[in-house]
């Protein structure tokens, strides 16, 4: 029904930029928000960034505050997260997560979806 799919993680240097896109496929009506999680080797997972899609509202955990920014192409159903200034203390599993509308058997539900079963690598080296 409705899909998140990853894009962009990589190694990078410390103090080096990665783009990380998700674009979501799939029987959707609308997308009310979308946000970026992450998850370090024994350590729980966290928000990252969130965006509300209508208005344009950010979110940012203390971490990603001034190094990361947050995107959205609504048309694409995309979202974008530019992390600049990259530490080790990044490395991680990044995952994307929506809040959204979507058709089921011709019904309009609401749900979310979060690519929990994918991720992408960032691993940031020192």
């Known amino acids: 029904q409705v899909q998140l799919v990853e894009s962009g993680g990589g190694l990078v240097q410390a103090g080096g930029s990665l783009r990380l896109s998700c674009a979501a496929s799939?029987?959707?009506?609308?997308?009310?928000?979308m946000s970026w999680y992450r998850q370090a080797p024994g350590k729980q997972r966290e928000l990252v960034a969130g965006m509300i899609s209508s208005s344009g509202r950010t979110h940012y955990s203390d971490s990603a505050k001034g190094r990361f920014t947050i995107s959205r192409d609504n048309a694409k159903k995309t979202v974008y997260l530019q992390m600049n200034s990259l530490k080790p203390e990044d490395t991680a599993v990044y995952y994307c997560?929506?809040?959204?509308?979507?058709?089921?058997?011709?019904?309009?539900?609401?749900?979310?979806?979060?690519?929990w079963g994918q991720g992408t690598q960032v691993t940031v080296s020192s």
């Open positions: 997560a929506a809040d959204l509308y979507y058709y089921c058997s011709g019904y309009l539900l609401s749900g979310n979806f979060g690519s």
């Open positions: 799939g029987s959707i009506f609308s997308i009310a928000a």
